[in-house]
């Protein structure tokens, strides 16, 4: 049904907006971690557990944004109801 209405691109409503939110999360994961990890290299399992779990927590706050728009502009290729045009539109909305 979704070819038949939205065409192929409806198949692949919100793919660009899930890539960059993955590239960005992994981006600050990876950023966070290694840039934290320098300065607490001597701490205990503990330590480094509290960490991983900070840099986790950041990353998934600072991109929830990014799985919100593409959840939306998903569920809008299903609904049949164009509310989006795209990302920013979606964003600003």
Same mark, same amino acid.
């Given at each position: 049904?979704?070819?038949? &209405?939205?065409g =192929? ?7 660009a907006?899930? /890539?960059?939110?993955? =590239? /960005?999360?992994?981006? /600050? ?8 990890? *320098? ?10 557990? /509290?960490?991983?779990?900070?840099? &986790?927590?950041?990353?998934?706050? =600072?991109?929830?944004?990014? *799985?919100? =728009?593409?959840?939306?502009?998903m ?13 920013? *539109?979606?964003?600003?909305?």
């Open positions: 049904n979704i070819v038949k &209405t939205n =192929i691109e409806g198949l692949y409503a919100g793919f907006e899930s /890539l960059s939110g993955m =590239i /960005l999360y992994r981006a /600050l994961y990876f950023g966070l971690y290694g840039a934290a990890r *320098d300065k607490l290299s001597h701490s205990s399992v503990i330590g480094r557990f /509290l960490l991983s779990y900070l840099v &986790t927590s950041s990353a998934g706050l =600072i991109t929830y944004p990014f *799985d919100t =728009i593409r959840k939306r502009l569920v809008q290729s299903v609904s049949h109801q164009q509310n989006y045009t795209g990302f920013f *539109d979606c964003f600003y909305k």
